[in-house]
């Protein structure tokens, strides 16, 4: 009857620590990232002792001993994608993780607030887990982005433009074209058009900058409307004070064409080339999954994919607080980028919520209490007994 005691006992211990695996799931239940962990026990055996069998002699038998907590088991179901405002909020939609970096330590997340930190790295707010990116020798590492934080300045080499050049207006003209030399130093040009009155078909192009200054000319010629390829650029040249001689191609090809629309010309700049030096104003990802940088100047640049990992086997994976895991198994993880088999789409912006289902939750704790009752009570049964066996013996 003391072995019926220690059963009981282990019953109310396991159930003990299923009932804290329920309550840790319920408090992280608004925890981003969190997954939630399932209780699981298994019975317990001991081998031992013996019995006078009345045919067979001496038997050997296995008692049971009761129930232990086995190993638990961690629900990597995707939780909820909630929308954020930091265009470094980053979550997975679908499976893999996000690859973290500190020191000679490498951590896994799902999702995370992440900032660029003060030495120029990419790390996971308020602490020093540098998020990795795939580098050039497809390996990943964490990036660091103080390389890139002025874009420095392109000069202008062509205007392509498009739209139509009404045939019968007297004159059409596009300004406000931005052109930058090697300097970043702005000049802003306007394109006059005029037709040639002796020439049907054929318009004189007028280059001039903002001081007014006649900066080149060129005829363009149309055939039944469409630009003749042979005239359709002219090229522009000069000589900034400080700077490298700047030549600019203005492209007619793309479209331009010139039939009647009364006075009214739809002739536009299609593209320019060509900034001033930008200063970085913010850091993101775009649709796949590539780290962008914007600049003050209206360039961005692309840098590496941020890294995602794929697991053989997940279970090998151990919570460790905030969101994270580390990977103790043999099998060397799968490295890739958004998209790719094996692995979700990193999205920008949002993050992943708790995936705790509250109703599951209140089931299992149901079922934990009644458990426990029931251990309970083979352990005061099992008492009860005992206190009457010592009642008996006292009578004798």
Not at 114 to 127: A, E
Not at 199 to 213: E, L, P, Y
Not at 237 to 265: C, N
Not at 340 to 364: I, P, R, T, W, Y
């Amino acid at each position: 009857m003391l072995g019926s005691i220690y059963v009981g006992l282990s019953g109310m211990n396991a159930f003990s620590k299923g009932l804290q695996t329920i309550s840790n799931n319920v408090a992280n239940m608004n925890t981003l990232g969190f997954k939630t962990t399932r209780a699981s026990f298994a019975d317990s055996f001991n081998s031992g002792g013996g019995w006078l069998g009345s045919a067979s002699g001496l038997a050997y038998a296995q008692s049971g001993t009761g129930v232990h907590v086995a190993a638990p088991q961690v629900d990597f179901k995707q939780g909820e994608l909630r929308a954020s405002t930091g265009q470094l909020d980053l979550a997975i939609d679908g499976g893999g993780f996000l690859m973290l970096l500190e020191g000679s330590q490498t951590y896994y997340t799902r999702t995370g607030r992440f900032v660029v930190g003060d030495t120029g790295y990419i790390t996971l707010s308020d602490t020093e887990r540098r998020l990795a990116v795939i580098g050039a020798d497809g390996k990943p590492a964490a990036l660091d982005i103080d390389g890139d934080s002025v874009d420095p300045p392109a000069a202008s080499t062509k205007i392509v433009f498009s739209g139509n050049i009404s045939s019968t207006a007297t004159e059409a003209s596009v300004s406000s074209i931005n052109v930058y030399d090697s300097t970043g130093a702005k000049q802003v040009w306007q394109v006059k058009l005029t037709p040639v009155t002796s020439a049907t078909g054929q318009w004189t192009a007028t280059v001039t900058n903002q001081a007014g200054k006649t900066m080149g000319t060129s005829t363009i010629k149309f055939i039944g409307g469409v630009i003749d390829s042979a005239s359709a650029t002219m090229t522009i040249t000069d000589a900034p004070t400080g700077a490298d001689p700047l030549s600019v191609v203005l492209d007619f090809s793309k479209g331009v064409t010139s039939y009647s629309s009364g006075t009214v010309s739809s002739l536009r700049v299609d593209s320019v080339d060509g900034s001033a030096s930008g200063a970085l104003s913010e850091v993101g990802v775009d649709a796949d999954g590539k780290i962008k940088l914007t600049y003050d100047n209206g360039e961005t640049k692309l840098l590496g994919a941020v890294a995602m990992v794929d697991f053989r086997d997940p279970d090998k994976l151990k919570q460790i607080g905030d969101g994270l895991f580390e990977y103790a198994g043999s099998n060397a993880p799968y490295v890739t980028s958004s998209g790719a088999a094996g692995v979700g789409k990193l999205v920008s912006k949002q993050l992943e919520a708790s995936n705790v289902d509250l109703s599951a939750e209140f089931g299992e704790l149901i079922l934990i209490q009644r458990g426990f009752q029931a251990a309970s009570q083979v352990v005061s049964i099992s008492n009860d007994m005992i206190q009457q066996l010592f009642g008996v013996r006292g009578q004798g």
